[in-house]
């Protein structure tokens, strides 16, 4: 497997509720967390990772995607 099939499968297996809209911040930051952790455990390595503390980034996922929501947009915008 390599790192794009890996993130496929990977942000597949993160979306199942919906929660990630393409576009999003909350996407994008998922999106470069999965990068940095297929970089530095492999593509195979990585997809177990997640398959194993897939609750847990779920909930981190609902939490950021809840802050993000409640202050209206990017961090940076605000301040």
């Not at 794009?4 to 470069?32: C, W």
């Not at 455990?41 to 194993?52: C, I, Q, R, S, T």
């Not at 980034?57 to 995607?65: E, F, M, V």
């Amino acid at each position: 497997m390599n790192k794009f099939q890996a993130m496929a499968k990977i942000m597949l297996l993160l979306n199942e509720d919906g929660l990630l809209r393409p576009g999003s911040h909350v996407y994008h930051t998922v999106r470069r967390m999965i990068a940095d952790k297929i970089d530095r455990l492999g593509p195979e390595a990585a997809l177990v990772n997640v398959v194993d503390g897939k609750v847990q980034l779920l909930d981190r996922i609902k939490i950021l995607a809840m802050w993000h929501k409640s202050a209206g947009g990017s961090p940076s915008k605000k301040f």
